[in-house]
């Protein structure tokens, strides 16, 4: 199943994130696809919002992974760039299979680590403040994610 979604400025990225994270589940894998700039940290400060998390999601680009465990349930946030052509080894996978929701830039460095039922959000920069998400569920349960998003993200339009 894939879904596009057209946001036309950051707080609507930001909304899209709230959306999805109304869905999500202790153990949801979200792999994040997009140019450098494209908006994936955005979106995932968006589903932190609505979590409640503790503080505000920020790139873990520096530092491959943030958590923020205050909230309805944990956040996880890898950015797997820095790993490229690396030893992979870092006990990501408790995170990746853990009790929060992971979600993961750059998931193509750390391909071995991901599992077969995941969702892919692929964000494109339109121009502007203006993205196209698409997202592509592998799974039943991430089929019915994006379908409970996008309803629960219509209404706040």
Not at 57 to 78: A, D, E, Q
Request: aromatic letters at 8%; hydrophobic letters at 40%.
């Amino acid at each position: 199943m894939e879904k596009f979604i057209i946001t036309k400025s950051k707080d609507e990225t930001v909304a899209l994130g709230e959306a999805l994270a109304s869905t999500l589940a202790g153990g949801d894998v979200i792999l994040l696809k997009g140019d450098l700039g494209a908006g994936k940290t955005t979106f995932v400060s968006g589903v932190g919002k609505a979590l409640g998390a503790e503080s505000n999601v920020i790139s873990p680009t520096f530092n491959i992974m943030k958590c923020y465990f205050k909230g309805r349930i944990p956040l996880y946030h890898i950015d797997a760039y820095r790993l490229e052509n690396q030893n992979i080894e870092l006990g990501l996978d408790e995170f990746i299979e853990g009790d929060g929701a992971c979600f993961i830039e750059w998931p193509d460095f750390i391909a071995p680590l991901l599992p077969a039922e995941r969702l892919t959000l692929s964000i494109h920069n339109l121009g502007g403040d203006n993205r196209q998400l698409s997202f592509s569920a592998e799974g039943e349960h991430y089929e019915k994610e994006i379908m409970k998003m996008e309803e629960i993200y219509g209404t706040r339009k």
